[in-house]
Nanobody, 112 residues
Framework: VQLAESGGGLVQLGGSLTLSCVAS????????MSWYRQPPGKERELVAH???????TIADSSKGRFTISRDNTKNTVYLQMNSLKPDDTAVYYC???????WGQGTRVTVSS
C-alpha cells in the first residue's frame, strides 16, 4: 500500500489549497479514505473521511470550509480547503485506517 500526498504549501489567511493523495497497492474504490492533520506540538486529528459510496464526514472545525472527494478512476482522494486560518497550519496525512496505512504527509502553513 502506498499513499502519496501533494498540494501543501504556504498560503495567506483566507486562501485556498487543494490536497491530493494518490493511492496504490489496494482496491481503492472499496475503502474509506481519510485525511488527518497534526498541528505543531499537538496530536494528530481527523479532518474528514469519505466512504466507498462517497458518503462524507467532516470534522466540526472544518465544516463549511473543507470538502473531501474522491476519483476512483484515478485512485485519488482530494481535500479542498477554503477560508484557511492559521489554526489550519499542520502536516496533513492521507490514510486508509482499515489497512493501517499512512502517507508521508504534506505541510500546510497559513500565515496571518
Amino acid at each position: 500500500v502506498q499513499l502519496a500526498e501533494s498540494g501543501g504549501g504556504l498560503v495567506q489567511l483566507g486562501g485556498s489549497l487543494t490536497l491530493s493523495c494518490v493511492a496504490s497497492g489496494f482496491t481503492f474504490s472499496s475503502y474509506i479514505m481519510s485525511w488527518y492533520r497534526q498541528p505543531p506540538g499537538k496530536e494528530r486529528e481527523l479532518v474528514a473521511h469519505i466512504g466507498s459510496t462517497e458518503r462524507t464526514t467532516i470534522a466540526d472545525s472544518s465544516k463549511g470550509r473543507f470538502t473531501i472527494s474522491r476519483d476512483n478512476t484515478k485512485n485519488t482522494v482530494y481535500l479542498q480547503m477554503n477560508s484557511l486560518k492559521p489554526d489550519d497550519t499542520a502536516v496533513y496525512y492521507c490514510s486508509v485506517r482499515a489497512l493501517d496505512a499512512w502517507g508521508q504527509g504534506t505541510r500546510v502553513t497559513v500565515s496571518s
